[in-house]
C-alpha cells in the first residue's frame, strides 16, 4: 500500500482525510500504477525492459533473430559474427535462444547450441542492449520422446500428476541455468514457453491439452518460477500460431495475470503480398489484445524458409506491418533461425546472408524508420526519468 492509499489514513480525524486526499491530489506521490509485469518483484531491469518496450509502440518495430550468434549458413561458432549483422551492419535488437535439452541435463539444445556457449551469447546480447527471448522445445516427459511427440502429457505434469516432480526438476534446471545469466545484473529474459499452443504439433499444443489443462500448466509454471524458486526476471510471452479470432486467439489464453507478452507465430499469411490483409488483421488483433490489457504485442516468429523473394523484406513483411496504423504499433518480429547448410545439409534459413538473393532488400528493411536493429536501441533497461 503506498501514501495515497486506505491504509495510510491517520484513524481519527475526518479532517485528515480531506487534507490527505488534497494532498494526494496536489501531486503527493501517487502510487505508481498503470501497466507493469506480472511480477511486482521484477528486478528493475526487468521492469524498465517492460516500460520502454510499451514506450516504442509505434515509433519503433525490433527485429529479432533466433541464435543469431552461434551460427550462420555458412558458418558456426565463429566469436563476433552473426548474418544480420554481415548483411545489415548491425546486430538484431532481439535475440531469440532456445533452452530445449535442458531438461535432460543435455550439454546442449535441440539443434546443437552448446549452453556453455549460450550463456555466453546471451550476455554479450544483454551487454550491447539488445533483447533476450527464450523459447523451449521441451521434451515430452511422459515418454522422453521430443517436443513434437504428442503423447498426451500435461495431465500428468500438473499438481497431484505422476510427473509433477520430475516436471518441477526441469524448472529448477532451468531456473539454475537462468540464474547464471548475470552482466552482472540478472538478464531479463522474454520467455514463452509452451509456444504455438494452438497448433497440433507439439505435445502442449490443440489436441493433446485441453484448454483448461494447458492454463493450469502455464499458471503453475508461473507461479513456481516466481514465486518458489524466487526468479525476478522474466516476462512471460504467451503465444499461439496463426489464428482467426480474437476469440480463438483467447482460448488457451492463461490470464492478464500470467502473461506479459501476447505474441503468435505467423510462418503462413506473410508468404507473400497476396495475404496482406490476413496477416495485417491479425497483427492488429494481438495489439489490440494486447493495448486493451497494458501488455506487450509481438510476432513472436516469422518468416519464408531460404527467403526466396528477393523483395520479401519490403515488399511483404515491412508492407503488410505499415499497411494498418494498429498493426505497426507490434513491438518486435523474429525471425527463425539460419541453419548451417554444412551440418544440417538443407537451406533452412529465414534471416539473409551476404550475397543471399534478399539481402540488398533487407539492408533497405533494415533502414526503414520503423524498424530497429541494435544500433539503433534506445537504453532498454532504464527507465526515463519523468
Ligand atoms: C524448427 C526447426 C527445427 C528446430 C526447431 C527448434 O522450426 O528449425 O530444425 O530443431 O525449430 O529450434
Request: one cysteine or more; glycine letters at 10%.
Amino acid at each position: 500500500m503506498g501514501r495515497c492509499s486506505k491504509g495510510a489514513l491517520p484513524r481519527s480525524a475526518a479532517a485528515s482525510l480531506a487534507t490527505l486526499l488534497l494532498a494526494c491530489q496536489a501531486g503527493g506521490p501517487p502510487e505508481p500504477r498503470g501497466p507493469a509485469p506480472i511480477d511486482p518483484g521484477a528486478t528493475a531491469e526487468t521492469r524498465a525492459l517492460f516500460a520502454n518496450l510499451r514506450r516504442l509502440t509505434g515509433k519503433g518495430v525490433l527485429f529479432g533473430h533466433q541464435d543469431d550468434l552461434a551460427y550462420g549458413v555458412q558458418w558456426s561458432n565463429q566469436p563476433g559474427r552473426s548474418d544480420v549483422k554481415e548483411t545489415a551492419g548491425s546486430y538484431p535488437a532481439v535475440y531469440g535462444w532456445d533452452v530445449g535439452g535442458l531438461e535432460a541435463d543435455a550439454g546442449a539444445n535441440l539443434d546443437a547450441v552448446a549452453f556453455e556457449r549460450q550463456r555466453g551469447w546471451i550476455v554479450e546480447g544483454f551487454r550491447r542492449g539488445g533483447v533476450i527471448t527464450l523459447s523451449w522445445h521441451m521434451r515430452n516427459p511422459v515418454t522422453g520422446g521430443n517436443a513434437w511427440d504428442t503423447i498426451r502429457a500435461v495431465p500428468a505434469m500438473l499438481p497431484g500428476g505422476v510427473q509433477h516432480e520430475h516436471y518441477r526438476q526441469w524448472l529448477d534446471r532451468f531456473a539454475d541455468y537462468v540464474n547464471s545469466l548475470r552482466a552482472p545484473v540478472l538478464v531479463p529474459m522474454i520467455f514463452r514457453p509452451f509456444h504455438e499452443t494452438s497448433g497440433g504439433w507439439f505435445w502442449w499444443g490443440a489436441r493433446h491439452a485441453t484448454p483448461d489443462e494447458y492454463k493450469q500448466l502455464w499458471r503453475f509454471t508461473v507461479e513456481y518460477l516466481r514465486d518458489r524458486r524466487g526468479m525476478h526476471n522474466l516476462l512471460w510471452a504467451y503465444s499461439t500460431d496463426v489464428f482467426d479470432s480474437k476469440q480463438a486467439y483467447l482460448e488457451r489464453y492463461p490470464g492478464d495475470a500470467y502473461v506479459d507478452v501476447l505474441g503468435f507465430d505467423d510462418y503462413q499469411s506473410v508468404r507473400s503480398p497476396a495475404t496482406r490483409a490476413v496477416f495485417a488483421r491479425r497483427l492488429r488483433d494481438v495489439v489490440e489484445l494486447a493495448e486493451a490489457r497494458g501488455k506487450i504485442a509481438a510476432l513472436t516468429e516469422t518468416g519464408v524458409e531460404g527467403v526466396p523473394d528477393s523483395l520479401w523484406w519490403t515488399g511483404t513483411l515491412l508492407a503488410g506491418i505499415e499497411s494498418d496504423s494498429v498493426a505497426r504499433r507490434i513491438a518486435w518480429v523474429l525471425v527463425w533461425r539460419n541453419a548451417t547448410f554444412e551440418r544440417e545439409h538443407r537451406y533452412h534459413f529465414f534471416a539473409p546472408y551476404p550475397g543471399q538473393a534478399s539481402a540488398a532488400d533487407f539492408v533497405r528493411f533494415a533502414k526503414d524508420p520503423l524498424v530497429l536493429l541494435e544500433n539503433e536501441l534506445p537504453d532498454l533497461y532504464h527507465l526515463e526519468r519523468p
